[in-house]
Every structure is written in C-alpha cells, then in structure tokens.
C-alpha cells in the first residue's frame, strides 16, 4: 500500500500527465552541452580612447550622406576615422575579429550597411560534411572545436575565444551602423566563450535564429543596441554570468526579444535574500515580439526599469525545455518595469500560411511575427514552473487575458524522471506592491483578470488589492518577503486548468498546428475546451440527476427544490464559461448551488431506504460546497490537491451509482407504496403495502 505522501505524489503526477504527455517536444533553442562560468569574472566597462581597429565601406560619397546629419564634433571624428580607416582599416567586421591578438582590444564600426558578404556563402569542403546532431528546427548543433573550425556554417560574425573585447558604432544612433545576416545565418553575431565581450551602438538584424548571441561568457555588456526581425531571438545570452543589458531595444521576434537563457545559477537553495545576481536588465524596450522578455532557466536576473510592451506576452519564465543548464527556474527578480497592453494577435500568420514561406517572404520587416511556441497571449508576466521569483513594484496594465499567469511544469519535461522531483516548481514566488489596472499616470487600464494561477505550489503570494482572478481567492503576501497569509501547498493544479493547459500546448509553428479548442488560438464560444467541460460536463449531470428525480424522487418536495437549485447551478456554470466569468464570484455561486442539490436528493434518498447512496451523494455535496469556499473565500491551506479533485472523482461514481439505481424497477412497479413525507416508508399491513 501506499504511504500518504506517496499516494499525493502519485496522484499529482498523474495529474501532470495532463499537461504533458500529449505536449510537443520542445524545440526552442538547442545548443552543445555547456557548463556556467566559474563566477571569476566581472562586467566589463566601457573604455574610451581611440580604437585599435577600424571597420567601414570604402564609398566616400555613401558615408559622407550617412553622417551629414550629425552633430559637428561627431561628424568631423568619423570623417577623421574615415580616412585613417580607408588607410588601414577592414571593410567587413569579421576581418577586424580575426585580427584581434590580445585581450582588451577595441574595434570601431563606422556608419554603413555591413552584410559581411565573404561570410555569407553556404559551407563548402570539410565545413560542409560536419558529424554532428541534428536539432529539431534543422540546424546542426556543433560543438565549439567545429564552430571555431567552421565560424559562418551558422553565423555571420563569429566571435571565438577572445577576450575583453569591445565593438562599438561610431554613429549618432544605433541605426546608422546595421549588421545584416539576410536570413543566410542562424546568428549575426555569435561570441563564444568569449569573457569582458562589450557591444555598443550598433543594430543586428534579419537572421533565422538570432541578431545577437553570447554563450558561456563571464562578464558581457550589452550597451544600446538595437536587434530585430529574427525567426526566434533579438538578444540570446545563454549560460553566462557578469552580464548586463542596458539601454538596448529589440523588436519583430518569432520568440522573445531579449533571453537571458540559462542564466548563471549561482543563487540555487537560496531564499529570497540573494548576494547578487548573474545578469542585469535595465533601461531596456522589447516590444512587438512573441513575447517582450523570456528565459528558460533564467535564473538570478535582475529585470528593472524596462518596458515590455504590444507584444503577445509581456515577459516569461519557465522550466518546460530540456537542455538548458539551472533548471528548475529560480530566482528572477522584476520590479520598476512597464509591462503593458500586451496583446498582439502573431498566430493568425501561422493560420494563414505565411510564416510557411521563407523567412526573407514573411514580412518581417511589415510587422508578421511568426511565434515558435504555445503561450496565453495577452499576458503580462507568465512563470511556466519557476520558484523564489519576486515581482514587485511594476506596473501591469491593460492585459485581454492576465496580468500575472503562474502555471506549474512537471520534471519529466525537461527530461527528468524522479519521482521527487516532478511537483518540484511554481513554489514561493512573490507578487506584491505592484500597481495593477493602472498606468503612471493613474489612468484605469485594467487587465481583464489580475491574476491567473492553475493553483500549484507552496509559499505563493499576491498583494492584497488584486481585482477579478482565478482563483478568486489567493494567498496573500506580508510585508517581509516570506510572509504568507493562507498559503497553501498543493501537489496539482485545478484539473480544469490542467485540462486547458494540454489543449493548449499541442502547437506547431512548422506543421501549422493550432489546437482547436483554445482560445490562445482564436477559439470561441462552444470551440473553447472550457466551454466544453461545462456544457459536457452539465450535460451529464442534467441528465443523470433528472431520471434519478423522476424515476425515485419526484414526490419528494426537498428533492424537487433541491433538484431545481442543482439545475441553476448547471446553468450558471455553463454561463460563466461561456462568457468568461470565471474569474469571478459566478463559478462559486454556481457550486454552492450544485452543493444545495446534492445535500437535498442525499437525504431525499436516504428517506428511500438507499442509505449508502444518499450518504454518497451528501458527501458529494459536502465536497462541492467545499470547492465552493475554496474558491471564493480561502484556499484552504491543509491538504495536497484541491477539493475539486475529489469532487471529480466522486462524481464519477456518483454518475455511475446513479445511472444504476434510476435503472432499477420502480417502487410501484413491485407493488410497494414508498411514502416520502417525514414518516417514511408504509409500514407492512397499510393499505397498498404487502401483508
């Protein structure tokens, strides 16, 4: 037999099954296996001085009409490099790269248009007939001796091994220097265990993966640079540590604009009170991507003073890919941050075919967004199964679907098997003092729930001022961090979201695959799965409950008031689904209906001498009445999964017991009188019974 906790823990990952084993393989972003820095290093800072190296195009006439606008000081310093650089500079930036020979180098990139064109060509030779595995977009995922052996197989500018190196735009804006792959390579920019990298002043653009991309880097800076029209990635950083982004902008990403995947995870087994974290996000604008900001195993980052805005999402994080070093997810920290009116429409160009074509075809530059994976859009921060995450201080306004979307991930998705391990997210993450409905300016901009949550995890918690969310109900936080007021620790979310949440992950952008059923997708009405389950579900239960009524209990006056109670109830959940007021008092209501019916037919029944079924549906009441209050009044706090767990299997055997004893002949029919007034059955002897 098993143990209780056991028994939990089975049934949550049985639970999780749901969500997952129906869940595409994950295909974001594969990479060679990597391990984080040492933590040795530091950023770097920006060094003045004159440049070592000078890149630019030859045609004087061209850069003369690039600069004419600048402010004169700047103007005539780019006409002095200018000369210098036709002298003894390099016309494409990799040639500068390559002739780097000593850490702490700077290469200047004067204005123009630079498409690097001895990179572009397709391999040939050796770099053609790589022995390497295959990713699931179809790229080769090489290891770092064949990218340093074959750099433009997958990027245009390769960056291999050199460090405290710094590229910078001597223009007046980030646009007047632009690096363009043309969609011929996965990466622009690629800088590979390559520590003190420093970008500035510059844009990055038109790849089949991303714009700019650092891997296994300790200490990288990110200074106001532009990225954009890429099929997954503006910014990539991926198992790095000593990193910060500032001031930079990204836009027209098939994924995210800036992703600080895998992060370094040096605050693992750490409360809330961190002595720093890996990699800095500030001042920065993602907007009209995917989504604004997202990190599979982002973790220690610190995400302030940015926007994220007219995206899908307004920022994610999340544990639902294998491959990425530091999962679980842990300890992001967001505050200060504009997150708003996040609620672009991107998957009607994959219904429509376009993101089918070539990606140079798409309309990248029009404003087509091809999204690489399955996302609630209209979402402000989405946490898909992460833990010690703390959101404070933002402001989240103006959101179609949530303000805040918290979802749990089993283990097995990222492709760990333990059974210990697979309630092991969505745990103590922090929701408080952030200003919810309303801009700067104090204009109401509200989101159409504050707050989304499928229920899972320990030690969650929101301010207390939240509007309309679903649950209605939520733990609250206290002023220390770790202060929770009605915190719960539950194995499994609520299964009707976990139910939504497997409709809704069957996508994909290669195969043209949006589920049906969800109305991340465009689903409405009786499309939706919830919509379904209600109306399945009432459907059911109407059924069922009416032959039971008027084959046993219509003279019954308690059971017919309570039958009419439990059709009310039916009716109101169906309505709320269907005009999505869940997020309200309205699915409580419709249960303490529900719960009125079955309390009332359980004692009718037991008056009917059906003792064991009557005492089977009072606790079926009991139970719903139960959910109710959890619902919509306080979750409550003792037990591993919700009352609507128990409420869903009993009444499977509820429905079946029923089915049966509606089934059975009739009282009359045997010639016994049932009398249903307080005095019960005729005794044996009155007339109409036997003798």
């Known amino acids: ?327 679980p997810q842990n300890h992001a920290k967001f505050e200060r941050n504009l997150i708003h009116d996040n609620n672009e429409d991107y998957y009607r160009h994959v219904a429509d075919g376009t993101c089918a074509k070539p990606p140079a075809e798409r309309g990248y530059e029009d404003g087509v967004v091809c999204p690489q994976i399955s996302m609630p859009p209209g979402s402000g921060i989405i946490t898909a199964g992460g833990n010690w995450n703390i959101y404070e201080d933002n402001w989240i306004y103006g959101h179609d679907r949530a303000g805040f979307f918290l979802s749990a991930v089993p283990a097995f998705i990222r492709g760990e098997s333990a059974w210990s391990k697979q309630t092991d997210t969505s745990h103590h993450n922090r929701y408080a003092d952030n200003r919810l409905g309303t801009d700067r300016a104090g204009r109401e901009k509200p989101n159409r729930t504050d707050v989304w949550w499928d229920g899972q995890g320990e030690g969650n918690c929101w301010q207390g001022d939240t509007g309309a969310s679903t649950p209605r109900t939520l733990p609250t936080c206290g002023e220390r961090r770790g202060d929770v007021s009605g915190g719960t620790d539950r194995l499994a979310g609520e299964p009707a979201k976990l139910a939504q949440l497997l409709v809704c992950a069957d996508y994909d952008v290669q195969a043209r695959r949006l589920p049906a059923g969800c109305d991340w997708y465009g689903a409405r009405g009786i499309e939706r799965i919830e919509m379904q389950l209600a109306l399945g579900t009432a459907a059911v239960l109407a059924l069922v409950g009416g032959l039971l009524w008027w084959r046993r209990l219509r003279h019954d006056r308690l059971a017919t008031a309570a039958s009419a109670a439990g059709l009310a109830g039916l009716g109101l959940d169906v309505a709320g689904a269907s005009t999505g007021l869940t997020a309200t008092y309205v699915p409580a209501i419709a249960l303490l209906l529900m719960a009125v019916w079955w309390i009332g037919v359980g004692l009718a029944l037991r008056r009917t001498g059906r003792a064991g079924f009557g005492w089977v549906t009072v606790a079926l009441g009991a139970l719903t009445l139960l959910d109710a209050f959890d619902k919509a009044v306080w979750m409550i706090p003792w037990i591993p999964l919700g009352p609507a767990w128990l409420r869903a299997l009993l009444g499977v055997v509820w429905v079946l017991w029923a089915v049966v004893a509606t089934a059975g002949r009739t009282a009359e029919r045997e010639g016994v009188t049932v009398r249903t007034d307080e005095t019960g059955p005729a005794p044996a002897g009155a007339e109409g019974a036997p003798a």
């Open 1 to 327: 037999m098993l143990r209780p906790r056991r028994l939990h823990l089975t049934l949550a990952v049985l639970a999780a099954l749901l969500v997952g084993l129906l869940a595409p393989a994950a295909a974001a972003h594969e990479e060679r296996p990597v391990s984080f820095p040492d933590g040795s290093g530091s950023v770097p800072e920006h060094r003045g001085g004159e440049p070592d190296l000078l890149v630019c195009k030859k045609d004087r006439k061209d850069f003369e009409r690039r600069i004419a606008g600048f402010p004169e000081k700047l103007r005539t310093r780019n006409l002095k490099l200018f000369d210098r650089c036709r002298e003894k500079g390099f016309e494409h930036l990799q040639a500068a790269v390559d002739a780097v020979d000593e850490p702490g180098m700077n290469i200047a990139i004067l204005p123009g248009l630079y498409e690097e064109e001895p990179s572009q060509p397709k391999p040939r030779g050796a770099c053609a007939r790589l022995k390497a595995p295959d990713s699931q977009l179809g790229y080769q995922i090489l290891s770092y001796a064949q990218q340093k052996r074959c750099p433009h197989n997958q990027n245009l500018v390769a960056i291999m091994g050199k460090k405290n190196l710094q590229i910078e735009g001597t223009g007046a804006e980030r646009t007047d220097v632009v690096v363009d792959a043309k969609y011929q390579k996965l990466n622009a920019i690629r800088a590979d265990r390559s520590d003190g990298v420093y970008f500035r002043n510059f844009t990055a653009q038109r790849t089949t993966f991303n714009s700019l991309y650092v891997l296994a880097g300790d200490g990288f800076v990110i200074d106001d640079v532009l990225t954009r029209w890429n099929d997954e990635y503006g910014f990539l950083t991926f198992a790095s540590d000593h990193g910060l982004y500032k001031n930079c902008e990204s836009y027209g990403n098939g994924d995210s604009g800036i992703y600080p995947g895998s992060a370094s995870d040096i605050n693992n087994g750490r409360g809330y009170d961190v002595p720093r974290y890996s990699i800095e996000i500030t001042g920065c604008h993602s907007h009209h991507n995917m989504v604004g900001y997202s990190g599979t195993a982002g973790d220690s980052v610190w995400v302030h003073d940015n926007e994220f805005d007219h995206n899908m999402g307004g920022a994610s994080m999340d544990s639902a890919f294998p491959g990425h070093p530091g999962l």
